[in-house]
């Protein structure tokens, strides 16, 4: 790219306005910031590890945008000159290397990034051992997603293995940022977009106000530091996470649908709401332009559900499978746009309410032989409950991330829903043929408390009187 290219402006996807517009009502949170490690087992050489990243870095546009202000609004560039920070750290003499260098990334990802100064983008390797390393990424998620981390980390260990083996490397893998750009144009002006936009506006007519499991109104701006969300992890059991796979297997419902339903029935369970509409994110990617290049493409859909007690499992999880294929036909057309077109947005009022995201890995990762595994640090804000499933598709156990924000929910009651969900969950697994009412949700100690000990109210009276009496007396 030459000297002069650098300074063409280019203006901002849909995807990416919506992210920046959030970002401008609360400019000191670090909320946007994405985060997540490789855990690398065997031995990595820093040296041309760091080639291997400077050279997808040079390939992924969007990895060196930064923001300008223009007369008509805030656009983007990409910088030619991009200085890529690749530090090394050692904390192999550390008590404990793991925790010392998670500590760090956790600090790293409360910092505030000045869109306009850039990088927005941010790496370091850390040796946690001879053979054992940690790579850690930040990015701002106005640059890429998710999935775009993952595509990025996949060709790093793509590149660097080639790197090591002494293979030329072929560059120009990704596609120009101006190519996605003009492609998110197209499909605004298509009709296509049009025929979107009129079936969330039907999905979406007379919907219900979002549920949420917390009593507490959330604060808008102000959430920043280590705790702009809380977070609790947990493993299912062999057997569970056997079950539903079996259960895929046999009704044809993926995971999604199953562990969606979960959610639908656990909300219905604890506030006996009908009609629900849970947030689902999607990669936001239709097209092979989109879906192997990193950038901001992610979405998060509305998905409504209706539901009653007398309801088997099995039916609710058919109804969200149905709902889910639908949706991703349309999964380009942004929530914020539904929002705008609802009126939700002059009152800053919620699409949806809970969001479960079920995040596949559906290939090994390594680098130069060396056995790899993703780790999630951050997926961006919370606004009330998520709860994500990281599903590696090698028969393993499933890994659930509970996420709130923290002005809605405190710690204790953060793992009372933990517990309650995977019991919940469990008991579907065990028996999808039941009827959500007949669920066991509560443990034996909180069924203790609220049929034995809540309702231990007799009173034993010495005077043998009517009721009538004690009332007239008591008056």
Same mark, same amino acid.
């Given at each position: 790219?030459?000297?002069?290219?650098?300074?063409?402006?280019?203006? !901002?996807?849909?995807?990416?306005?919506?992210?920046?517009?959030?970002? *401008?009502?609360?400019?000191?949170?670090?909320?946007?910031?994405?985060?997540?490690?490789?855990?690398?087992?065997?031995?990595?050489? @820093?040296?041309?590890?760091?080639?291997?990243?400077?050279?997808?870095?040079?390939?992924?546009?969007?990895?060196? *945008? =930064? !923001?300008? +202000?223009?007369?008509?609004?805030?656009?983007?560039?990409? $910088?030619?000159?991009?200085?890529?920070?690749?530090?090394?750290?050692?904390?192999?003499?550390?008590?404990?290397?793991?925790? /010392?260098?998670?500590?760090?990334?956790?600090?790293?990802?409360?910092?505030?990034? $000045?869109?306009?100064?850039?990088?927005?983008?941010?790496?370091?390797?850390?040796?946690?051992?001879?053979?054992?390393? #940690?790579?850690?990424?930040?990015?701002?998620?106005?640059?890429?997603?998710?999935?775009?981390?993952?595509?990025?980390?996949?060709?790093?260990?793509?590149?660097?293995?080639?790197?090591?083996?002494?293979?030329?490397?072929?560059?120009? =893998?990704?596609?120009?940022?101006?190519?996605?750009?003009?492609?998110?144009?197209?499909?605004?002006?298509?009709?296509? #977009?049009?025929?979107?936009?009129?079936?969330?506006?039907?999905?979406?007519?007379?919907?219900?106000?979002?549920?949420?499991?917390?009593?507490?109104?959330?604060?808008?701006?102000?959430?920043?530091?280590?705790?702009?969300?809380?977070?609790?992890?947990?493993?299912?059991?062999?057997?569970?996470?056997?079950?539903?796979?079996?259960?895929?297997?046999?009704?044809?419902?993926?995971? @999604?649908?199953?562990?969606?339903?979960?959610?639908?029935?656990?909300?219905?369970?604890?506030?006996?709401?009908?009609?629900?509409?849970? &947030?689902?994110?999607?990669?936001?990617?239709?097209?092979?332009?989109?879906?192997?290049?990193?950038?901001? #493409?992610?979405?998060?859909?509305?998905?409504?559900?209706?539901?009653?007690?007398?309801?088997?499992? *099995?039916?609710?999880?058919?109804?969200? /499978?149905?709902?889910?294929?639908?949706?991703?036909?349309?999964? =380009?057309?942004? #929530?914020?746009?539904?929002?705008?077109?609802?009126?939700?947005?002059?009152?800053?009022?919620?699409?949806?309410?809970?969001?479960?995201?079920?995040?596949?890995?559906?290939?090994?990762?390594?680098?130069?032989?060396?056995?790899?595994?993703?780790?999630?640090?951050?997926?961006?804000?919370?606004?009330?409950?998520?709860?994500?499933?990281?599903?590696?598709?090698?028969? &393993?156990?499933?890994?659930?991330?509970?996420?709130?924000? @923290?002005?809605?929910?405190?710690?204790?009651?953060?793992?009372?829903?933990?517990?309650?969900?995977?019991?919940?969950?469990? &008991?579907?697994?065990?028996?999808?043929?039941?009827?959500?009412?007949?669920?066991?949700?509560?443990?034996?100690?909180?069924?203790?408390?609220?049929?034995? +000990?809540?309702?231990?109210?007799? *009173? +034993?009276?010495?005077?043998?009187?009517?009721?009538?009496?004690?009332?007239?007396?008591?008056?």
């Amino acid at each position: 790219m030459t000297q002069s290219e650098s300074k063409v402006c280019h203006p !901002l996807s849909a995807a990416q306005n919506g992210i920046l517009l959030a970002q *401008v009502l609360d400019p000191i949170s670090p909320q946007f910031n994405i985060g997540q490690y490789v855990s690398i087992q065997g031995r990595i050489e @820093p040296v041309l590890f760091e080639r291997a990243v400077r050279l997808v870095v040079e390939e992924a546009d969007m990895l060196r *945008v =930064r !923001l300008v +202000e223009q007369d008509d609004g805030q656009r983007q560039i990409i $910088d030619p000159l991009f200085e890529l920070s690749m530090p090394f750290g050692d904390v192999s003499s550390e008590s404990d290397p793991e925790a /010392a260098a998670i500590k760090w990334m956790k600090s790293d990802l409360t910092q505030t990034t $000045d869109l306009a100064r850039g990088p927005l983008f941010a790496s370091i390797l850390f040796q946690i051992a001879a053979d054992k390393f #940690f790579w850690y990424l930040r990015c701002h998620h106005i640059i890429t997603d998710g999935y775009g981390g993952g595509l990025f980390i996949r060709r790093v260990a793509e590149v660097y293995t080639a790197i090591v083996a002494g293979v030329p490397v072929q560059q120009g =893998r990704y596609s120009r940022l101006e190519n996605l750009l003009e492609e998110d144009r197209n499909y605004r002006a298509s009709e296509q #977009f049009q025929r979107d936009r009129q079936y969330w506006l039907n999905c979406m007519a007379d919907c219900p106000v979002p549920v949420t499991l917390s009593t507490r109104a959330a604060l808008t701006s102000g959430v920043a530091g280590p705790e702009w969300f809380l977070r609790r992890s947990a493993y299912l059991s062999g057997p569970t996470t056997a079950s539903l796979r079996l259960s895929k297997t046999r009704r044809g419902a993926d995971l @999604p649908a199953m562990v969606a339903a979960t959610l639908a029935a656990y909300l219905y369970r604890l506030t006996n709401t009908r009609d629900l509409v849970l &947030g689902l994110p999607v990669t936001g990617r239709i097209g092979a332009l989109a879906r192997e290049t990193p950038g901001m #493409f992610s979405n998060v859909l509305p998905l409504r559900v209706f539901l009653h007690g007398n309801m088997r499992i *099995v039916e609710l999880v058919e109804q969200i /499978a149905v709902e889910i294929g639908r949706s991703l036909r349309r999964q =380009r057309y942004r #929530f914020e746009d539904l929002r705008r077109d609802l009126g939700l947005l002059a009152h800053h009022n919620r699409l949806f309410g809970p969001t479960i995201n079920v995040m596949r890995f559906d290939r090994p990762i390594q680098f130069a032989g060396c056995c790899a595994a993703l780790h999630n640090l951050s997926n961006g804000p919370v606004d009330d409950l998520s709860f994500v499933i990281y599903d590696q598709s090698d028969n &393993g156990q499933l890994r659930i991330d509970f996420d709130a924000n @923290p002005t809605l929910y405190t710690p204790e009651e953060l793992d009372a829903h933990q517990e309650r969900f995977l019991r919940l969950l469990e &008991g579907i697994a065990r028996n999808p043929e039941q009827r959500i009412r007949d669920i066991e949700l509560l443990s034996a100690g909180e069924r203790q408390q609220v049929v034995v +000990e809540w309702n231990a109210t007799a *009173v +034993e009276y010495e005077r043998d009187e009517c009721v009538h009496e004690l009332v007239e007396a008591q008056a």
